[in-house]
C-alpha cells in the first residue's frame, strides 16, 4: 500500500517568514493533492499536482511534484496568521477512482 | 450549494450503545467517502461509494461498522456496538468522478465514546 510521509510534523514561523512542507511517497504518484484543515473543521481543497515537474500556485501558497512523481512540496511565501493549521497531503494511488492516501499532515503555527 | 453536510457534529456516548452518522453530499456528485481522524492514525479511509455502490469497504475496521448509501443524497455509517477505540472526528467526503476532480469534505462528526 503506498505510504506518505510528511515533514516536518509541527513548524512554528514568524509572520512573514518563508516556509516548505514536503511530503514524500513510497511509491509512485499518480495524483497528489494538498489539503488544510483548521481544528475542529473538515478539510479546504487547496491544489492537485499530476504531472512531473508540475508547479501550481493559489495566492500566496506554491505547490510543486518533482519529476519522478514521488515526492512534493508546499511553499507559503511572507507568511500570515490566515496559514496556521494542519496541512495534509494525499495521493491518488492511480485508479482516479479510489479514495486517496493521507498524511499524517504538518501542524502550521504562525506566531505574530 | 451547502456544502457536505454531516451530522451530528457532536456525538458523545456510552461504549455498547449504537450509533450512526450522517451525511448529505453535494448535489450531483456521485462520490461519497467515509474518513475516520485520529492524533494517532491520522485520516484513514473506511469506505467509498461510487453511484451509491459501495466499492472498496477493506479500511472498516470491524463487522461492528457498516455503511449505507440509499440513495444519491444520503449516507450513514453506524457502529454497533460502539467501544471508546472509535473514538474519533469521522469525516464524510464527495466528489465527481472519484479523486480526479476535487472532493468536498464536511465538517465532521466528533465521536466520544466513554
Known amino acids: 500500500s503506498q505510504e506518505l510521509e510528511q515533514s516536518p510534523q509541527s513548524l512554528i514561523v514568524q509572520e512573514g517568514k518563508n516556509l516548505t512542507i514536503n511530503c514524500t511517497s513510497s511509491k509512485t504518484l499518480y495524483g497528489l493533492y494538498w489539503y488544510k484543515q483548521k481544528y475542529g473543521e473538515g478539510l479546504i481543497f487547496l491544489m492537485m499536482?499530476?504531472?512531473?515537474?508540475e508547479e501550481k500556485s493559489h495566492e500566496k501558497i506554491t505547490a510543486k511534484l518533482d519529476e519522478k512523481k514521488q515526492q512534493s512540496s508546499l511553499h507559503i511565501t511572507a507568511s500570515q496568521p490566515s496559514h496556521a493549521g494542519i496541512y495534509l497531503c494525499?495521493?491518488?494511488?492511480?485508479?482516479?477512482?479510489?479514495?486517496?492516501?493521507f498524511g499524517k499532515g504538518t501542524h502550521l503555527i504562525i506566531q505574530p | 450549494d451547502a456544502g457536505v453536510i454531516q451530522s451530528p457534529r457532536h456525538e458523545v456516548t456510552e461504549m455498547g450503545q449504537e450509533v450512526t452518522l450522517r451525511c448529505k453530499p453535494i448535489?450531483?456528485?456521485?462520490?461519497l467517502f467515509w474518513y475516520r481522524q485520529t492524533m494517532m492514525r491520522g485520516l484513514e479511509l473506511l469506505i467509498y461509494f461510487n453511484n451509491n455502490v459501495p466499492i472498496d469497504d477493506s479500511g472498516m475496521p470491524e463487522d461492528r461498522f457498516s455503511a449505507k448509501m440509499p440513495n444519491a443524497s444520503f449516507s450513514t455509517l453506524k457502529i454497533q456496538p460502539s467501544e471508546p477505540r472509535d473514538s474519533a472526528v469521522y469525516f464524510c467526503a464527495s466528489s465527481t468522478r472519484g479523486w480526479s476532480t476535487e472532493a468536498f469534505f464536511g465538517q465532521g462528526t466528533r465521536l466520544t465514546v466513554v
Open positions: 494525499g495521493a491518488d494511488s492511480g485508479g482516479g477512482a479510489d479514495g486517496l492516501t
Open positions: 448535489s450531483g456528485h456521485n462520490s
Open positions: 499536482l499530476q504531472k512531473g515537474g
